[in-house]
């Protein structure tokens, strides 16, 4: 096993792309609502468990993955609009401090929450009939599912590329996070903005999490270390902009994938130090917004 | 008389009847408090008078454990000794970090103490010389007989806790009344402000960020003490996150108020695991009920109390 075998250097590849997949998933909604109001939601890898927790619920209760895969984001989509109705409409004159907080106390009651439904034991979610299996690349197995999630998370890359890009509300989306109070006063409405992000960005998120039940398991506390990728992703990236998850997302995972393998001691550590390098260096992440410094 | 010593007094007289009159459990409810009030001031100190919310205080509470822990069994080093290396090791480790971290603000600072709490926690983990996820035994307390005490009696331990929060109370609270505390304050007020006038921002936050680290390394030198075990579970989130609502539950920016918001924390978790083994919940929904409703905290509702009594006479 070593970087000279091709075969090997291009599976592990393959597995960043997986794990950049997911981490684009959840990074997405929390960059693009922290480029519009400056708000970090820290109970997002809160969302992504219950996402999972959704699907392999769904998935148990008709058997069908497909089902899930669709209802649970919805679901986590819609939770994601009652804690903005409920939490930060209402935070939302004070300073993003407090919303950030209130959040925070939004994990510990997510953590008990899916103890108290569904047990302390973790759970798997199988994958659907024909991606159960796997295919030979290059001489090696790889499991299709995994190469399902690569392309959950492109498909997802370039609808949004395409939405942000081409359409009017895309343009609407940009304009905010470039400039909040010249975005208002063209009229348009901030506040609904935000709602409608962020209410996206949460979908995402439980869409990550019932796309990742079966390749990791469904467990409380899934969220945490998931939740701390998100946020290095949305800071080496730059928040605020899709292409910056996307190479945040690429770069972070290709780092972890390799450091795992090569130097798993070290990889931990390395990602954090990948983070605080890009904070000193270039504060607003490797995709700076334009006319912010 | 002000409201601060009135607090103060009460706090005082309550810890000590409660130590005089309550039996083994209440002594040790009284040790958690305690070790609890220490970490909490510290983090006041912080996120109080600085303005740094830190969400990764757990990592020097951590150091402070596993260095009293390191010290003892493998240095072999006895238990004052081993405290001094433990307050000394999270005052290193946050002289290293802060360099990096002071220089961020708000939101971002927040991120980076969360990620740099679950990267130490993440390195005691897997650390094969700290024992890894089964922890470390070995904790010896301090032989303090030369004063007559036991400390492996749970009375007298409970006493030297509280003994050691009180003079870290005084120990702050000098820090805050110092001219470095007031700067700290004013850049809380206003970086910029602070920063025209000629205050090196960056050298004073750092200064406050390794202070803090010490008295968290105490208290985690002590609940080590009280264990006599430590594990990964000290640097936890969670630990991080407990403490800091317990900050703001008390009121920050007061010392006192982290004080009294230890106790009130503590006895109702120990009230509502009593009732449910899904305390977690509650505690999260009480503190999100906090930041929404009464962000100034317990404290802040006496000092309201306080004022509209007088503005009555």
């Keep these: 096993m070593a970087l000279t075998d091709p075969a090997f250097v291009a599976i592990q590849v393959l597995n960043a792309f997986q794990l950049a997949s997911l981490l684009f998933l959840l990074s997405v909604g929390l960059s693009v609502v922290f480029g519009l109001m400056n708000f970090i939601n820290l109970a997002h890898g809160t969302l992504y468990m219950v996402g999972a927790y959704v699907g392999y619920a769904v998935a148990q209760a008709s058997g069908s993955f497909w089902l899930a895969l669709v209802l649970a984001p919805v679901a986590v989509a819609l939770l994601g609009a009652i804690l903005h109705w409920l939490l930060l409409a209402r935070l939302q004159a004070a300073n993003p401090m407090k919303q950030v907080l209130a959040t925070f106390g939004l994990i510990f009651m997510g953590l008990d929450a899916v103890r108290w439904v569904w047990g302390s034991q973790s759970h798997g979610l199988e994958a659907p009939a024909g991606l159960d299996g796997s295919v030979t690349l290059l001489g090696q197995t790889y499991p299709v599912y995994r190469l399902f999630v690569i392309a959950v998370g492109a498909a997802v890359a370039v609808g949004l590329y395409l939405v942000l890009e081409r359409t009017r509300l895309g343009a609407r989306v940009r304009a905010g996070v470039d400039d909040r109070d010249m975005a208002a006063a063209l009229g348009i409405d901030i506040g609904r903005l935000f709602f409608g992000v962020f209410c996206l960005g949460c979908g995402l998120a439980g869409l990550a999490g019932v796309v990742a039940a079966p390749v990791l398991s469904v467990y409380p506390g899934m969220n945490m270390s998931v939740l701390v990728l998100a946020l290095i992703v949305v800071v080496v990236g730059g928040p605020g902009s899709l292409s910056g998850a996307v190479i945040g997302s690429l770069l972070i995972a290709l780092v972890q994938t390799f450091g795992q393998v090569f130097a798993p001691a070290l990889a931990s550590v390395a990602i954090y130090a990948a983070m605080a390098i890009v904070l000193l260096v270039r504060p607003g992440g490797l995709i700076p917004l334009k006319g912010r410094s | ?313």
């Design chain 2, 1 to 313: 008389m002000t409201l601060r010593l009135v607090t103060l007094a009460v706090l005082i007289v309550a810890a000590g009847a409660s130590w005089a009159f309550s039996g083994f459990f209440g002594k040790d409810l009284l040790t958690e408090i305690a070790i609890l009030a220490i970490f909490a001031m510290s983090l006041d100190l912080l996120a109080g008078y600085t303005g740094m919310v830190s969400l990764g205080h757990a990592a020097f509470f951590g150091v402070g454990a596993y260095g009293m822990a390191a010290a003892g069994s493998l240095l072999g080093l006895g238990g004052l000794p081993a405290m001094a290396v433990a307050v000394a090791a999270a005052m290193a480790l946050a002289l290293i970090v802060g360099v990096f971290v002071v220089r961020l603000k708000g939101v971002f600072f927040i991120m980076i103490t969360l990620a740099v709490g679950q990267m130490v926690h993440a390195w005691v983990f897997r650390s094969e010389a700290l024992g890894g996820d089964d922890g470390m035994g070995g904790i010896i307390r301090p032989d303090l007989g030369t004063i007559g005490l036991v400390l492996d009696d749970p009375a007298d331990f409970a006493l030297f806790a509280l003994v050691l929060a009180f003079l870290s109370f005084l120990a702050l609270d000098l820090v805050a009344r110092s001219p470095f505390g007031r700067l700290l304050t004013a850049i809380h007020q206003s970086e910029s402000r602070a920063r025209a006038l000629g205050c090196p921002v960056e050298r004073y936050k750092l200064g406050a960020y390794v202070i803090a680290a010490a008295f968290a390394g105490l208290a985690g030198a002590l609940a080590a003490q009280r264990d006599y075990f430590v594990s990964p579970e000290f640097l936890t989130w969670t630990v991080s996150g407990e403490v800091l609502i317990v900050v703001i539950v008390g009121g920050m920016g007061s010392l006192l108020g982290p004080v009294i918001g230890a106790a009130v924390v503590t006895l109702l978790k120990h009230q509502l695991s009593d009732v449910t083994t899904y305390w977690m919940f509650f505690l999260g929904l009480f503190f999100v009920l906090v930041v929404m409703f009464a962000d100034r905290g317990l404290y802040g509702a006496l000092r309201r109390l306080k004022r509209r009594r007088e503005a009555a006479t």
